[in-house]
């Protein structure tokens, strides 16, 4: 059997360059789960991996995609048969492990979920492995005691894919929001989602710089880091936690133990990677509750395997809103 598959691939020169390939089945990897792959997410790091930036891929040739959904195949474990939908997100698949930008998958039983009944294998990766994030990041922020009842929250880089979920499922739970994008032509667009105001990161970032400021977010999540977590932290109410994810604004934090010490701010790491199994299976029940296939579908711009070298550049630099899906077939 053979399959179609964007092959990455680095030359003698170091240059990383992708294309559509026919492959035999038998150039998958080792796996005990075969998946016929319906759809895939475009995310950031499947950008550096396309664009050879970062250093995420040390074995080439190369699949790339993070994220998948599909049908079985064929397995060696007895917790999948075949024709059971699944999704797949994290377990560094798509990095050290071939992903999801081909007709077909192998990869171990272990890094799967079954698919929710009510989500499509489509719906799954309209929200993807930026929809679980956020799914991750709400819990733990309620986990740590944030209710609708205690105020507004921040959502940073509310135009990429963790913010705008974010904000979408923030909505429909009854929070107040306020989005922050750094990109304010998508300000219709947020507010459509469920956003009850934005700001611009511009403005956000003009207010003077003070070693503890003006309260007045009960939480956020933030996806950009850099100056603007180091910021919002100074802004957080008594009490309050952080969920922090990306990194797109740099690793440096520049802030002071204020924040901590005098309003008892928590900051929370969320990576959405290795999970365990049970913390996704929770995560994904609690999806298919918050899934509006009519707010969500305004999120959503559909590609071919052909289209992602060009969509990967896109997306490295910012110019993409919402997920882009991948249709291997």
Do not use: C
């Amino acid at each position: 059997m053979s399959f179609r598959a964007l092959v990455t691939d680095k030359d003698a020169a170091g240059v990383v360059q992708s294309s559509v390939q026919q492959l035999d089945d038998a150039r998958l990897p080792e796996g005990n789960v075969t998946v016929d792959i319906d759809w895939a997410g475009l995310n950031y790091k499947d950008g550096l991996v396309l664009t050879g930036a970062g250093g995420l891929v040390r074995n080439y040739p190369h699949v790339a995609g993070i994220d998948f959904a599909g049908i079985v195949r064929d397995s060696a474990d007895p917790r999948y048969v075949a024709g059971q939908p699944v999704v797949l997100t994290g377990w560094r698949v798509g990095e050290a492990h071939w992903g999801g930008y081909a007709e077909r998958a192998r990869v171990n039983a272990d890094w799967l979920v079954p698919l929710p009944d009510g989500l499509s294998t489509r719906d799954a990766m309209i929200v993807g492995t930026a929809g679980l994030t956020a799914m991750l990041s709400i819990n733990r922020l309620e986990a740590a005691g944030l209710t609708p009842a205690a105020g507004d929250v921040l959502v940073t880089g509310a135009a990429g894919g963790v913010g705008s979920i974010a904000t979408a499922m923030l909505g429909r739970l009854g929070y107040d929001v306020t989005a922050l994008s750094g990109r304010p032509q998508h300000a219709e667009a947020l507010l459509a989602l469920g956003a009850s105001a934005v700001m611009s990161r511009d403005e956000f970032l003009a207010a003077p710089d003070k070693p503890l400021e003006s309260a007045r977010w009960a939480a956020a999540i933030d996806s950009v880091g850099g100056k603007v977590l180091g910021k919002l932290l100074k802004q957080v109410n008594y009490g309050g936690a952080v969920a922090a994810l990306g990194n797109a604004g740099g690793i440096g934090l520049e802030t002071n133990v204020l924040p901590f010490i005098l309003r008892g701010v928590t900051l929370i790491g969320i990576d959405s990677v290795m999970q365990p199994y049970a913390t996704r299976v929770a995560a994904w029940s609690r999806i298919v509750e918050l899934f509006d296939p009519a707010v969500y579908g305004s999120l959503v711009h559909e590609i071919g395997l052909e289209d992602l070298p060009a969509a990967a550049k896109d997306i490295i630099a910012g110019n993409v809103r919402g997920r882009l899906l991948v249709k291997p077939r």
